[in-house]
């Protein structure tokens, strides 16, 4: 059973640090993993989609890296900034079938 | 473009009570459509899923049930709410190649 994993659950950053998120999983046959914002009381919004083939993508500030042997994802931000706070969430499509798993999610502060 | 919605935004209803949820998107024709709920604690768990009209995929055994009467339009219902199907009800789609998965607003569902 696929399992993912979220390290720090929390962080509380200066505005302008550069920071990593962390997104790890159990089972690395995965077809996709998406990495997600959601701002208190709100919907999942899409940062970055990696494909199974890709190592890495990037959006803006944002770079999320692949290491499927490892079962490990990062979100780097760039120059945070205060409206960067949210939480962000990994999710791994389970290879097929195109339902995703979630980890539980890093709380991100990005302090003025 | 794509968009989806969801109503109701809020809702509050008693202990065995019936609930009806409604997810519909737009600018894409037969997408795959999800309904996941996101709980305090215990991040998103996918509920439902369907590829197409009355097409119906059940990921756990609970008291809710989910219908496709059309392409675009998805349901999510009880016939007696229980005080632990209370949490934030999110629906979704797929769309592209790379099977991203965009997420509605939510509906937030209190049971008293």
């Known amino acids: 059973k696929q399992e993912v994993t979220q390290i720090p659950a929390a962080l509380s950053v200066p505005e302008g640090e550069n920071l990593v998120l962390n997104c790890s999983f159990t089972d690395s046959a995965i077809y996709n993993l998406q990495w997600f914002r959601q701002d208190p009381g709100k919907g999942l919004t899409s940062l970055l989609l990696?494909?199974?083939?890709?190592r890495e993508q990037t959006s803006g500030r944002l770079n999320a890296s692949l290491d499927k042997s490892s079962g490990r994802s990062t979100l780097y931000i760039a120059a945070s900034q205060p409206g960067d706070s949210a939480t962000y969430l990994c999710?791994?499509?389970?290879?097929?079938?195109?339902?995703?798993?979630f980890g539980k999610g890093t709380k991100l502060t990005v302090n003025p | 473009s794509q968009t989806i919605h969801q109503w109701p935004a809020t809702l509050v209803q008693p202990v065995g009570s019936p609930l009806s949820l409604e997810c519909t998107v737009e600018g894409t024709s037969n997408p795959n459509l999800y309904w996941y709920r996101q709980a305090a604690g215990r991040g998103l768990q996918l509920l439902f899923y369907s590829v197409g009209i009355g097409q119906i995929s059940s990921e756990v055994p609970q008291n809710l049930s989910a219908s496709r009467p059309q392409d675009r339009q998805f349901i999510l219902s009880s016939k007696k709410l229980l005080l632990s199907d209370s949490g934030f009800y999110l629906c979704?789609?797929?769309w592209g190649r790379g099977n991203e998965q965009f997420f509605g607003p939510g509906t937030r569902l209190t049971v008293l």
């Open positions: 990696i494909q199974s083939s890709q």
């Open positions: 979704a789609y797929l």
């Open positions: 999710a791994v499509n389970k290879g097929g079938s195109e339902k995703l798993v």
